[in-house]
């Protein structure tokens, strides 16, 4: 009994983890030749949206106010001004244009793939994925373990969970995989109700703390006194404003996974996937109101909490470290009111991270089982949540959930896809010849790189969190590319009316057809050839072939469409042209295709292959050749399973 019911349980299962591809946004569903494709989506206004990447990117005044005191002091209110120049000058204005010329969610790391073929350019695109999930996994963690040190660090709560952030924080961690596992829109309501109530709560925070500010007159007057004894003149304040400013880059966080998740931006009516004209409309949008507003909270956040607090409450194990806001919240409007907002922090706090996960689950399986460097299931939503949240439990643990650990690595992984966001736009703007554009980019891009290659000097430790991720990535996929070596990856077989006729006229008789590596392609090589496998199989004179020529493109690619093209030669011989990015793979899919198609089963002959095994085998892997007749033979073993129904492979 136990045997019949197992079956279908394990089956709801395999469909429930399955359901929904996270392709998301793109029409027409994946190429995989086992992936169902899912349903467009359907979109949210770009508002609601903006909410899910804004767990992230407002998130951070929770502790960005304590950041920018603690690395510029007095001078703090003029670096954020900095800081918000360079978001609206700088990162805003890329991030739009990258918004038109990446519309599905790849983001600038799609725009730099253009530029790179080969295995240059996948192991340029999977480096650049590193800095992502460095970017987007830190996020998740790092996020978390500051939602639970304000949790342990409320007055009220501060003896009952002492010890136990690690637990709390790999809750908070889990809970956040749950809400993806139940499904994504319900991510982008819990976004929207968490924003809404911490940005309303900011705004009363923020105007109390200006209230006290312009009716304690004497706050601004000392402020403007201590910094002039301190810094001597505007100049001098200004330069180490620049100065401090790379250890501010935190305050940038969110605008890639505002591109990451423009394809849940709804559009409209009339657009379509080539030009999905209202989406790009409103994802302009979205980033330019998320960096207004944040822009707004920085400048006036800073302001206040450098008058209202005295410095040593912001230095390590002080009331205000960490928590500037919350202790203005405690200090000017009570207890109560200062829970509340304790709470609403902690909550969006745990929440960033849902604009991280949506990130990582719209771009990861856009490169790597494109590569075939990740398995089918990659594909799926839900699956990928569970294999994120439990990286993140590992990083959590690692970093023994500390904000500050894995602060380098998260400025590191914002800067580097900055960076990579600048060089792409101004690359994008050369090319359309667009020269003031292509000089504005080119400043900005020098702006993040420098501060970039600042953060990196003082805090190398980013590097090497961002080349453990690297290193990581890049030894998965190879190893997932390896294990699928011989599947068939040929997503669709397409013939010409040309080869097509060759077919018909085939399925009459013995199909044959000879795997020819194409030379001059002269009368004699198509005569001694046909000489040749006569020969080697001891086959009669009036045997007929068909050739089949394939010419690799790129090797570096996984799975893509074959199109078969019939021509005839010196009025003679009949050749089969493909392309493809291998020649093994390509020839099993036309032999199943065909036999398929006729009801008959074909017959290809080879010839060995000289060279070592393993060195014939790296050629495979590597640049889609090498020794094709038993490769072949494994794609056809691997795809039919049936030894009756598969083609006949003969190596002579």
Request: aromatic share 10%.
């Amino acid at each position: 009994m136990a045997t019949t019911e197992h079956p279908p349980s394990t089956g709801r299962l395999r469909a429930w983890m399955l359901e929904g591809l996270s392709d998301m946004g793109k029409s027409g569903g994946h190429t995989g030749p086992h992936a169902q494709p899912e349903p467009p989506h359907k979109g949210q206004r770009w508002w609601r949206v903006m909410c899910l990447t804004g767990v992230d990117y407002f998130s951070t005044l929770g502790y960005q106010p304590g950041i920018a005191a603690l690395a510029a002091g007095l001078v703090s209110p003029i670096a954020t001004i900095v800081l918000v120049l360079v978001t609206l000058a700088g990162a805003l204005p890329v991030y739009r244009r990258v918004a038109e010329e990446s519309p599905h969610g790849e983001g600038s790391i799609a725009m730099l793939e253009r530029l790179l073929s080969f295995w240059k350019g996948k192991l340029f695109v999977l480096t650049l994925l590193g800095f992502a999930a460095t970017d987007f996994l830190i996020t998740i963690t790092l996020s978390a373990a500051d939602a639970s040190t304000h949790l342990v660090e409320n007055p009220h709560l501060t003896h009952a969970l002492q010890g136990k952030q690690m637990l709390i924080t790999l809750l908070l961690v889990a809970l956040l995989g749950a809400v993806f596992l139940k499904g994504f829109l319900e991510a982008i309501g819990v976004a929207f109700a968490l924003v809404g109530v911490y940005l309303a709560l900011n705004l009363v925070v923020v105007a109390v703390g200006l209230y006290h500010v312009i009716t304690a007159e004497h706050v601004v007057t000392d402020w403007t006194n201590a910094l002039t004894v301190q810094h001597g003149n505007i100049f001098v304040m200004i330069g180490v404003a620049l100065i401090v400013f790379p250890k501010l880059a935190l305050g940038l966080s969110g605008f890639e996974t505002g591109v990451a998740v423009m394809p849940h931006v709804k559009g409209d009516p009339g657009d379509t996937e080539e030009h999905p004209t209202g989406r790009i409309r409103d994802a302009k949008k979205l980033l330019t109101t998320a960096a207004v507003i944040m822009s707004c909270f920085l400048i006036t956040s800073s302001f206040i909490t450098t008058l209202l607090i005295p410095e040593k409450d912001f230095q390590p194990g002080g009331p205000a470290n960490g928590r500037a806001l919350a202790y203005l919240a405690h200090q000017y409007l009570g207890g109560a009111f200062g829970t509340v907002y304790d709470v609403s922090t902690i909550a969006i706090l745990w929440f960033a991270g849902a604009s991280a996960m949506a990130g990582l689950l719209n771009l990861m399986p856009r490169y790597l089982p494109r590569y075939g460097m990740a398995p089918h299931w990659a594909r799926a939503v839900r699956p990928m949540v569970i294999v994120f949240t439990l990286v993140a439990f590992l990083v959590t643990w690692i970093f023994d959930a500390n904000v500050d650990k894995q602060g380098g690595a998260y400025a590191t992984g914002v800067l580097v896809l900055i960076s990579s966001a600048a060089i792409a736009v101004t690359i994008a703007a050369r090319k359309a010849g667009q020269r003031r554009w292509t000089i504005g980019f080119a400043v900005i891009s020098v702006v993040f790189l420098y501060t970039t290659v600042v953060n990196v000097i003082e805090r190398p430790d980013g590097v090497k969190i961002g080349a453990c991720f690297i290193v990581g990535i890049i030894l998965v996929s190879l190893l997932s590319r390896l294990a699928r070596a011989f599947e068939l990856r040929v997503t669709s077989v397409t013939l010409d009316p040309l080869a097509e006729r060759f077919i018909r006229d085939m399925a009459s008789r013995k199909m044959r057809f000879i795997a020819n590596e194409p030379g001059h392609r002269d009368k004699a090589e198509y005569r001694d050839k046909i000489e040749q496998i006569r020969a080697d199989n001891d086959m009669p004179e009036q045997e007929d072939f068909v050739f089949v020529e394939v010419t690799v493109t790129d090797p570096s690619e996984f799975e893509a469409g074959l199109t078969v093209r019939g021509e005839v030669l010196h009025e003679r011989y009949r050749v089969l042209t493909l392309e493809s990015a291998s020649i093994p793979n390509a020839l099993a899919a036309l032999l199943l295709d065909v036999r398929d198609v006729t009801g008959c089963t074909p017959h290809i002959y080879f010839e060995w292959t000289e060279g070592s095994p393993f060195a014939n085998f790296l050629r495979f892997f590597l640049f889609g050749q090498g020794e094709v007749a038993p490769v072949t033979r494994e794609v056809l073993r691997e795809a039919e399973p049936d030894r009756e129904r598969r083609p006949r492979v003969h190596t002579g």
